[in-house]
């Protein structure tokens, strides 16, 4: 019923940018925060942004990406966008996005999509 659909994600050179989206359906979408997160195989999932419901005033990003990564919503298309610039090979992983009800915690989230590839060549 609740679906969320990342999309995007492709090959880039290091140092190149890409824009990811999550789009949702089967929730009120403004009603949620939206996280994105990241997984590489061998590695934990780790949690990479995370925008607050409503107007998405508060953004939240982790460390290694901030001043590079930006997120943003457009509620009236039920869309999360994840700016990704001046990426790095380390950056490579799969992307999803999740719905929850706040960006407390990265742990907090109901709701996955499926990931998108994002992989960053040196």
């Known amino acids: 019923e609740v679906q969320l659909q990342a999309s995007g994600g492709g090959l880039v050179q290091a140092g190149g940018s890409l824009r990811l989206s999550c789009v949702a359906s089967?929730?009120?979408?403004?009603?949620?925060?939206i996280g994105w997160f990241r997984q590489v195989p061998g590695k934990e999932r780790e949690g990479v942004s995370c925008?607050?419901?409503?107007?998405?005033?508060?953004?939240y990003y982790v460390d290694s990406v901030k001043g590079r990564f930006t997120t943003s919503r457009d509620n009236a298309e039920n869309t999360v966008y994840l700016q990704m610039d001046s990426l790095k090979p380390e950056d490579t992983a799969v992307y999803f996005c999740?719905?929850?009800?706040?960006?407390?915690?990265?742990?907090?989230?109901?709701?996955w999509g499926q990931g998108t590839q994002v992989t960053v060549s040196s």
């Open positions: 999740a719905a929850g009800y706040g960006c407390y915690s990265w742990t907090e989230y109901d709701y």
């Open positions: 925008i607050s419901s409503s107007d998405g005033s508060s953004t």
């Open positions: 089967g929730l009120t979408f403004d009603e949620y925060a």
